[in-house]
Every structure is written in structure tokens, then in C-alpha cells.
């Protein structure tokens, strides 16, 4: 017989940044910045991020579109991808993520294939993240684990293979 089970979904959520400590306000408008820098002359949709590592270093990202769809990279990704190939045994503390131009007051979320990059960097590093999603001068949600997003994540256990 099956049995119900529940994911229960904790988080914060921010008013505005000015609830926020000024650290994690300098994050959000870093990721804010970032965002100038995104290459999306299809979608329109420019997204910025800024990481934290636990050494106080911040790594900026912005998504870079591409023509062939599929090989376009998001912001999270790029400032994770870049942090890790700079600092490859490095902590992310915390990972903001700011859309300018989104429409509406709700903070865009990481889509799938971050949700999954951020878990897996959480299980390299052997402890969570933070996760600032803010709109500007607006509402923040902040998570205190990528995966509060992605529970039911795949993960190398069930590839039969240690990861190296």
C-alpha cells in the first residue's frame, strides 16, 4: 500500500533588501550588476548572480544566450562554474540571484538544471548554501539550502559509481 508523504518547504521571506544585513545586501546588488553583463539578445531576460565563498571572495555570473538554445549558460551556473575553476576546493556560502527587469514583485527562482548544479556543488562541498533571490529594492526570498528547492534530487548514489 502507498503512503502520502510530505515535503515541507522552509524559507524567509524579506520584505525588501533593507531587512537584510548589509552583506547580503552588497550580494544582491553585485548580482544586481552582474546582470548588465548577461548576453541575452533572444529572451530579453537578463539574469545576474553573485557567489560568496567562505573565504569573503565574491564571483559574479550572468547568463550568456546562444543561438542554439541548449548551449546558452545561466547566470548561477556561470558564477558557479567560474568560482569552482578558480577555487576548485572552495566553499560557496551564499548565491544571490537578481532578474532587473522581471516583471511582477515574486523573485525568479533557479530553474531545474541549477536547481541540480547547486545540490551538487552543496554535496562537493559537503554542507549548504544560501540562497538570496531577490528583486530589486523588493522582496528576497532566502533559503538556507540549495536543496530546499530540489528535494528529490538525483545524485551520483544511484549512478553504481563512487564520485572521484
Sequence with gaps: MAQTRKIALHYLHHASWSALPPE????LELAAKAARNAYAPYSKFKVGAAIRMESGEIIPGSNQENASFPAGTCAERTALHAAMAVLPKGVVESLAVVVPQVKGSKPVTPC????QALVEQERRQEGPMRLLLGVVKGPVIETFSAETLL???FDSSQLGKKAR
Aim: proline letters at 9%; one cysteine or more.
Design 112 to 115: 531545474g538544471i541549477c536547481r
Design 151 to 153: 528535494p528529490l534530487s
Design 24 to 27: 547580503d545586501r552588497e550580494l
